[in-house]
C-alpha cells in the first residue's frame, strides 16, 4: 500500500510538470489556432538557458526560475512577430510546419554551441534532501516541483479567471472568431499570449534541469507526450490540459511500476481510447455541426 | 421615414465558386425591425455574417450610418455599434452569465445598459449571474445573447433565427423583447423561418430565395399574403 | 472544423513520433586493385560515425582527428621508407541509422576507393557495414559498437573489433562487482537489443561469480522519467542496481537516482559509460559509480601523453573511442607497410595473430580465429568533486582486467570464417 501512494505521488509530481507545458499549448492553440510543434524546444531553452547562465554568469536555480522564462517570453514574442503572426491567415498546417522547421533550426544550433552529451547541473540550494512522512519519502526537489507547479498552475487559473484579460483569453479560446465579432481585436492579445505560452514552456524547462538530462534532444521525446496530454483533455481546453497532464502523469507512473515496458504504449494507448469515445477530448467541447 | 442606418447594396457572396448571394440591396432604419425570410440555404445566415465582416469573399458594399464598413475588420464593426446574436446564440461556455455580459466593450456609453438594468429587465439572468454561459435553459442564453449587444450599447442587431427551438410561451416573450428594444431606438435585422413570428414584430420583410431578394414588401402586405408567399419560398 | 483537424493532426504526431527517412544513392562498384600494390596510388581511412546525433560527442568528428593523428604520426615514423606518402582520410555520417550505414559503406568503398572503415558505432549499423567488407573485401575496423556478434554468430575475414564489447562491460563490470560482495542485483534496461544483450551478459557473469538478479525491470526507450522504476527497483534492498541505458537517458536515470536518496545504501553499477557521459552531468552527480573503462586517458603517463596531444587538436579530452580509433588506424597502416599492400587479403594476413602493446592496447592481440582484438580492461569509479584535480580527472581504476580474461573465449564465440 505504502509503495502505491509512492507511485501516486511520483505520478502526481510528473504530472504537475506536465500540466505546466500542457498548458502553454493549450492556451496557444486556444487563442490563436496554432499547434507549436516547437514547444518541446521552448522547454529544451528553458533548461540548457539554466545551465548556460550557471555556467557562464553563475546564476542560481532560483534566478533562472525568473530570468529564463521572462527571456523566453521575449523570445516567443519575437518569433511571433517575425514569423507565425505571417501565415495566421492560412491554414493551420502551416504554421504546425514553421514550428516543426523552427525546432530542428533551434535543435541544432544547441547542438552546434554546447554539442549533444549535455550540460552540467545540480540541485538547488536548500532541496538536496528528502523528505519523509511516515513510511513515504520522497526527494524535497520533487516535491518543490511538484508544489510549484501546481501553484503556477493556480496562479494562471486565478490570471484566466479573474482578470478582463484571462476573460477575453478564454473567449478566444473557446472561439476567437466568435470574440470578435463581439467587438474584441483578438489579434492584439494574440503576441503576448504567444509569448506566454512560450514561458510556461520555459518554467517547465527549468525546473526539469535539475532531474532530466539537459541535451539538445530533451524536447524531442517531451513534445510527443505534450500532444498526448493535450489531445486526451481536448485541444484548446485550458482545464483539460491541467487535468489530462496529471493523469498522464500518473498513467506513467502505474506503467512503469505495474508494466514496466509499456509505461509509455499505455499513455498513447489512453489517448487513442478517449481519441475514439470523444473525439474533442474529455475537456473539449464537441464540434456543432 | 426615420433615418436610414444599414445599407446594403447589391452584395453578392460566394462560398468558393458557389456564388450564395445575389445582387442583394436591403436598407434598415433607425428604430426598425426588418427580417429575412426564407428557407434553408437560402443564404440569409451569409449575409449576417457578411454584414458583421465575418464573410469576406464578397462584391458590393455595406454601409452603417452613411460611412462604409468595406476593409474594416468584424471588431472594428462591432465597436461601430454592430451586435450579432449569432443563431447558435454564442454563449460561452466557459465564462459566467456574467462575464458573458461584460465580454464585449461598451460602444456607446449613453445607449449602453447597465447591468443592473440587464437584471431589471431578464431577472432569471441574474439569479443564474455566476452560472456558466451554457448552463443556462435555450429560451434563457437567448435572451443572454440578447442581451448581451444592449449592454454594449450597440445601434444595430442583427439576430439569427432567435425563435428557434423554442417554445411558444418563450417565443412570445423573445418577441416582446425585441418589440421593447425597437421602442429604444435599435434597429433590428432579423432572420426568421417562423413567419408567424416574424409577422408579429416586424416592420418589413424581404424574402430571399437563391440568395435573391425576390419580393420586399411591409408587414401588412405581407400577413395578407402569407399563405402565397411561402409556397412561393417553398416553405 | 479547426479543432477536429487540428486534433487528428496532433494525435498523428504524437501516435507516432516524426520519423524522418534519409536514402542516399548507391555507387557502382569498381574492381579491386592487383594485389601486392597500393590501390589508386593511395590509401584511404575512412571514418564512418556519427557526426550529428547522439555519439557526437564520445567519438565523432573528434575520432576522425584521432585518425589524422595516427597518420601524421605513421608518416613522421617511416618518413622516405613508407609504403605510400599518399594517404587520405575521408569521413561520413550514417546517424546510428543500419539502412545508411549500408550506403554509405558501399559509397565509401566503392566512390571513395576507402581501404578501411572505421568506428561505427550502433551494433545494427555495425553489422550492416560487416556485410559490405565481406562482399567488397576490404578490411573493416569496429571501435564505436559493442555486439558480440561481430566476432560471434556474424564475423567474417575482413571485420575487427577493437575496443570492447557488451562481454567485456559485463565480465567486467558484473562479474568484478559480484565478486567483491555485490550478490544481489536488480537491473533496469531500455527495451531494445542493446539492453536485452546487456542484460543477458550481466546475467551470465553475476550467476558465474555467485550471484543473482533478482528483478530485471524494462523500459521505453527512449525515455526521460525514470523515478518510478528506480522506486520499484530499490524496493527489496538489492546490494547493486544495474543500468543499462546510455546517452541522455543514462542521465535521466543517475539524476534521479540521485534524487531517490538510496545512493548511500545501494551501489550503482552502470553497463556502458563514457567520460563524455561523466563530464556532460559532472563527477558529483556520478560519484561511487562503478563501470568498465577500454581505456582512461589519465590512467598512466604514456595515456597522458597521447592526451595531451590530443588535446592540443581538439581542446578536450580524449574518450576511449577517440583512442582505439587512433590505434586501430596507426596499426591498420603497419600492417599495409608489412604487407607492401593495401588490399583486402594482404592487410588481414598481417593483422591476423598480431600481438600490439600500445598506450591503447596493453597485452593486445588480434585474435587470429574470431578477430576479436584482446586488450586489458579496467573497472573503473567514478571520483566525488572533491577529489577531481583537473578537468576530465574524473575516474579512479580500481582493477585491472587481464586481456586473457577480459574478453569471450574464443571457444564460446561461435565464429566460423
Redesign the interface.
Known amino acids: 500500500m505504502s509503495a502505491f501512494i509512492q507511485y501516486t505521488l511520483q505520478g502526481l509530481a510528473t504530472g504537475g510538470f506536465y500540466a505546466l507545458a500542457a498548458l502553454g499549448l493549450a492556451v496557444i492553440f486556444g487563442v490563436m489556432g496554432v499547434v507549436n510543434f516547437s514547444h518541446g524546444a521552448m522547454y529544451m531553452l528553458g533548461a540548457v538557458g539554466s545551465a548556460v547562465l550557471l555556467d557562464v554568469a553563475d546564476v542560481p536555480f532560483w534566478g533562472a526560475l525568473v530570468v529564463v522564462p521572462v527571456l523566453l517570453f521575449l523570445f516567443g514574442i519575437l518569433v511571433e512577430r517575425l514569423l507565425v503572426r505571417w501565415l495566421l491567415a492560412l491554414d493551420p498546417l502551416y504554421n504546425f510546419l514553421l514550428t516543426f522547421g523552427l525546432t530542428l533550426l533551434i535543435v541544432d544550433l544547441v547542438k552546434r554551441r554546447y554539442g549533444v552529451s549535455g550540460l552540467p547541473y545540480e540541485l538547488p540550494a536548500g532541496l538536496e534532501g528528502r523528505v519523509t512522512i511516515g513510511g513515504l519519502s520522497l526527494s524535497s526537489y520533487q516535491l518543490f516541483a511538484a508544489f510549484f507547479s501546481v501553484a503556477l498552475c493556480i496562479a494562471v487559473w486565478l490570471l484566466l479567471t479573474k482578470t478582463r484579460i484571462g476573460m477575453i483569453v478564454r473567449a478566444s479560446t473557446e472561439d476567437a472568431e466568435r470574440t470578435r465579432a463581439l467587438g474584441i481585436n483578438v489579434g492584439r492579445w494574440v503576441t503576448p499570449v504567444f509569448g506566454f505560452g512560450i514561458a510556461l514552456a520555459g518554467v517547465a524547462g527549468v525546473l526539469a534541469a535539475p532531474f532530466r538530462a539537459i541535451t539538445a534532444d530533451m524536447g524531442s521525446n517531451f513534445i510527443i507526450i505534450l500532444f498526448a496530454v493535450v489531445v486526451i483533455g481536448g485541444l484548446g481546453s485550458i482545464l483539460g490540459a491541467v487535468m489530462a497532464g496529471f493523469l498522464v502523469g500518473l498513467v506513467e507512473a502505474y506503467g512503469q511500476a505495474y508494466a514496466p515496458s509499456y509505461a509509455q504504449v499505455l499513455i498513447f494507448v489512453l489517448m487513442a481510447a478517449v481519441v475514439l469515445v470523444r473525439p474533442a477530448g474529455l475537456f473539449g467541447r464537441e464540434e456543432a455541426s | 421615414m426615420a433615418e436610414r442606418l444599414l445599407t446594403v447594396d447589391t452584395l453578392s457572396a460566394f462560398h468558393g465558386e458557389a456564388q450564395v448571394l445575389r445582387d442583394v440591396s436591403i436598407d434598415v432604419s433607425v428604430g426598425e425591425v426588418v427580417t429575412l425570410v426564407g428557407r434553408n440555404g437560402a443564404g440569409k445566415t451569409t449575409l449576417l455574417r457578411s454584414i458583421m465582416g465575418l464573410h469576406k469573399n464578397t462584391r458590393g458594399s455595406i454601409a452603417l450610418d452613411g460611412t462604409t464598413l468595406d476593409g474594416k475588420s468584424a471588431d472594428k464593426r462591432a465597436r461601430l455599434g454592430i451586435g450579432w446574436v449569432p443563431d447558435d446564440r454564442g454563449i460561452y461556455a466557459t465564462l459566467t452569465v456574467e462575464e458573458n455580459l461584460s465580454l464585449p466593450p461598451v460602444v456607446d456609453k449613453d445607449a449602453s445598459w447597465s447591468l443592473d438594468r440587464i437584471y431589471e429587465q431578464f431577472p432569471v439572468l441574474r439569479e443564474r449571474r455566476d452560472f456558466p454561459g451554457t448552463k443556462l435553459s435555450g429560451g434563457e442564453q437567448q435572451m443572454l445573447a440578447m442581451a448581451r449587444p444592449l449592454r454594449a450599447g450597440s445601434r444595430l442587431l442583427l439576430l439569427d433565427e432567435p425563435s428557434e427551438g423554442l417554445a411558444p410561451v418563450i417565443v412570445s416573450q423573445i418577441g416582446q423583447i425585441i418589440r421593447d428594444i425597437r421602442s429604444q431606438g435599435v434597429a433590428v435585422l432579423l432572420v426568421e423561418q417562423n413567419v408567424k413570428f416574424a409577422s408579429t414584430v416586424a416592420d418589413r420583410h424581404n424574402l430571399l430565395a437563391q440568395g435573391e431578394v425576390v419580393e420586399s414588401l411591409d408587414n401588412d402586405a405581407f400577413q395578407s399574403r402569407t399563405t402565397e408567399l411561402l409556397q412561393h419560398l417553398g416553405m | 472544423?479547426?479543432?477536429?483537424?487540428?486534433?487528428s493532426?496532433?494525435?498523428m504526431?504524437?501516435?507516432s513520433?516524426?520519423v524522418l527517412t534519409a536514402c542516399g544513392s548507391s555507387a557502382g562498384g569498381g574492381p579491386a586493385a592487383a594485389s601486392g600494390k597500393i590501390s589508386d596510388d593511395k590509401i584511404v581511412l575512412a571514418v564512418l560515425n556519427d557526426q550529428?546525433?547522439?555519439?557526437?560527442?564520445?567519438s565523432g568528428p573528434n575520432s576522425v582527428e584521432a585518425v589524422k593523428m595516427a597518420v601524421e604520426d605513421w608518416k613522421a615514423k617511416h618518413k622516405d621508407d613508407a609504403v605510400s606518402k599518399n594517404i587520405e582520410v575521408v569521413t561520413a555520417d550514417h546517424q546510428n541509422k543500419p539502412d545508411i550505414a549500408n550506403t554509405k559503406a558501399q559509397e565509401l568503398y566503392d566512390r571513395q576507393k576507402a581501404d578501411i572503415i572505421l568506428d561505427v558505432p550502433t551494433s545494427s549499423a555495425a553489422l550492416a557495414v560487416a556485410t559490405q567488407a565481406k562482399t567488397k573485401k576490404k578490411v573493416y575496423i569496429n571501435i564505436g559498437a559493442g555486439t558480440t556478434a561481430l566476432t560471434g554468430a556474424q564475423c567474417n575475414k575482413y571485420t575487427f573489433h577493437w575496443a570492447y564489447d557488451t562481454y567485456m562491460l559485463a565480465k567486467g563490470t558484473g562479474g568484478t562487482l559480484t565478486k567483491d560482495g555485490g550478490k544481489k542485483w536488480n537491473v533496469v534496461y531500455p527495451?531494445y537489443a542493446f539492453g536485452q544483450d546487456m542484460t543477458k551478459s550481466f546475467e551470465g557473469q553475476i550467476t558465474a561469480a555467485g550471484g543473482a538478479i533478482g528483478q530485471k525491470?524494462?523500459?521505453?526507450f527512449?525515455?526521460?522519467?525514470?523515478?518510478?522504476?528506480i522506486?520499484?527497483a530499490a524496493?527489496d534492498k538489492p546490494d547493486v542496481i544495474g543500468t543499462m541505458h546510455a546517452?541522455?537517458?543514462?542521465?535521466?536515470f543517475v539524476?534521479?537516482y540521485?534524487?531517490?536518496?538510496i545512493s548511500d545504501q545501494i551501489k550503482l553499477a552502470v553497463g556502458l559509460m563514457f567520460i563524455?557521459?561523466i563530464?556532460?552531468?559532472?563527477a558529483?552527480?556520478f560519484k561511487g559509480v562503478t563501470f568498465t573503462e577500454a581505456w582512461y586517458w589519465n590512467f598512466d603517463e604514456q595515456n597522458r601523453a597521447w592526451a595531451d596531444k590530443f588535446q592540443a587538436k581538439t581542446k578536450t579530452r580524449p574518450s576511449f573511442a577517440h583512442a582505439a580509433n587512433y590505434s586501430a588506424a596507426f596499426n591498420y597502416l603497419e600492417a599495409v607497410q608489412e604487407a607492401g599492400s593495401d588490399t583486402g587479403d594482404d592487410v588481414v594476413a598481417k593483422l591476423e595473430g598480431k600481438k600490439i602493446n600500445d598506450f591503447f592496447l596493453r597485452n593486445g592481440e588480434v585474435r587470429a580465429a574470431d578477430h576479436r582484438v584482446i586488450h586489458d580492461a579496467y573497472l573503473a569509479e567514478v571520483k566525488p568533486a572533491s577529489e577531481v584535480k583537473e578537468e576530465w580527472d574524473y575516474e579512479k581504476i580500481v582493477a585491472t582486467i587481464p586481456a586473457a580474461e577480459a574478453f569471450k573465449p574464443v571457444a564460446e564465440s561461435g565464429c566460423s570464417m
Open positions: 472544423m479547426r479543432h477536429t483537424r487540428m486534433i493532426l496532433a494525435a504526431v504524437a501516435g513520433g516524426l550529428s546525433g547522439v555519439y557526437k560527442d564520445l527495451d525491470v524494462p523500459t521505453p527512449p525515455n526521460d522519467n525514470f523515478a518510478t522504476y522506486t520499484k524496493a546517452g541522455g537517458d543514462l542521465i535521466n539524476k534521479q540521485n534524487q531517490a536518496g563524455t557521459d563530464h556532460s552531468l559532472g558529483e552527480q
